[in-house]
Nanobody, 129 residues
Framework: QVQLVESGGGLVQAGGSLRLSCAAS????????MGWFRQAPGKEREFVAA????????YYADSVKGRFTISRDTAKSTVYLQMNSLKPEDTAVYYC??????????????????????WGQGTQVTVSL
């Protein structure tokens, strides 16, 4: 069983930065793809970024490309989301997710919520003007 625990959310002014962490526990993650999603009030949960555990290839939603960076520390079994130049529209609950067999899937599917087998509890990010 995989457990994902997010941390690092908070309140920040527009233009500021935050780094989210997702501590993963469970079996080896060699075939996993790890993702970050977010959900704003009244909106559907949307894809933010993903990373292949093996090799570290990264993928981003257009809305965050150039501002957010996803990375992982294999020794610590932790995935990070560095968020820079934050905007009020980035305000949402951010969720970490794990796709058990993502390594074998096309990267075009990494944005699909249905791909992911495990989810964290979420961490709130609020960006003020």
């Amino acid at each position: 069983q995989v457990q994902l625990v997010e941390s690092g959310g908070g309140l920040v002014q527009a233009g500021g930065s935050l780094r989210l962490s997702c501590a993963a526990s469970g079996p080896t993650f060699t075939t996993y793809v790890m993702g970050w999603f977010r959900q704003a009030p009244g909106k559907e949960r949307e894809f933010v970024a993903a990373i292949k555990w093996s090799g570290g290839s990264t993928y981003y939603a257009d809305s965050v490309k150039g501002r957010f960076t996803i990375s992982r520390d294999t020794a610590k079994s932790t995935v990070y989301l560095q968020m820079n130049s934050l905007k009020p529209e980035d305000t949402a609950v951010y969720y970490c997710a794990a796709d058990r067999e993502g390594y074998f899937k096309s990267s075009t599917t990494y944005s699909r919520r249905s791909n992911y087998d495990y989810w964290g509890q979420g961490t709130q990010v609020t960006v003020s003007l």
